[in-house]
């Protein structure tokens, strides 16, 4: 495996997540490399277990790991003097999906907080709502869905740098904080389109 400090808060909030009993979606993950501009992201998604395909309620996850990060984490891996914190952008979109009809955004938005769990003395902050329709190809059917992201860093201090184990506990609440989120915004009084039948 490879021995770096994005992959190390990749696998930390992975784990916090699946102790959390969230379930990954299928297909649902990726590690892209910008081959002009060298970010590299890590996108995944995960839902409540046992909500059918796709769930009602889902997280989509994204960590941004940006050039200038790698940079200075480079210096410093090579004895040079630390001038600058790398840093992982987090990016968690929280969405309702399946809905017969649009959901009034101030009856969602009651069950979501303005702000994330701290995480390492930061906290993620809400975006704006966005409601969306989807028609089936001959018009006849429509399904709705809602979804809001939160948004924010983690600087990685030379203590975290030294020692993945770290980011477990700076990721450990973001875990259960998804889950109980999730709970909340499935336990929202939504009619849904039933989930489609496994093959």
């Known amino acids: 495996m490879l021995d770096h400090v994005f992959t190390d808060a990749i696998g930390a909030l992975r784990d916090a997540l ?8 299928a297909f649902e993950e990726r590690l892209q490399a910008d081959v002009l501009l060298g970010d590299l992201t890590w996108e995944t998604s995960y839902g409540l277990p046992g909500e059918g395909t796709p769930p009602r309620v889902r997280a989509d996850l994204t960590l941004d790991w940006p050039t200038w990060s790698q940079a200075a984490y480079r210096s410093w891996y090579i004895d040079e003097e630390l001038s600058e914190l790398p840093r992982i952008d987090i990016e968690v979109v929280l969405r309702v999906q399946r809905l017969v009809k649009p959901p009034e955004p101030a009856d969602v938005l009651a069950a979501l907080p303005m702000d994330s769990p701290e995480v390492s003395g930061e906290r993620m902050s809400r975006s704006g709502p966005t409601v969306e329709t989807v028609h089936s190809a001959d018009m006849t059917e429509s399904q709705h869905a809602f979804e809001v992201s939160y948004e ?3 600087e990685l201090d030379e203590a975290a740098l030294a020692d993945g184990s770290i980011l477990d506990d700076h990721f450990s609440a973001i875990g259960g904080w998804i889950s109980s989120t999730l709970v909340k915004l499935g336990d929202l009084d939504l009619a849904y389109v039933p989930a489609e039948e496994p093959d």
């Not at 699946?18 to 979606?25: G, K, S, V």
């Open 18 to 25: 699946e102790r959390a009993l969230l379930e990954r979606q």
């Open 152 to 154: 924010g860093s983690y």
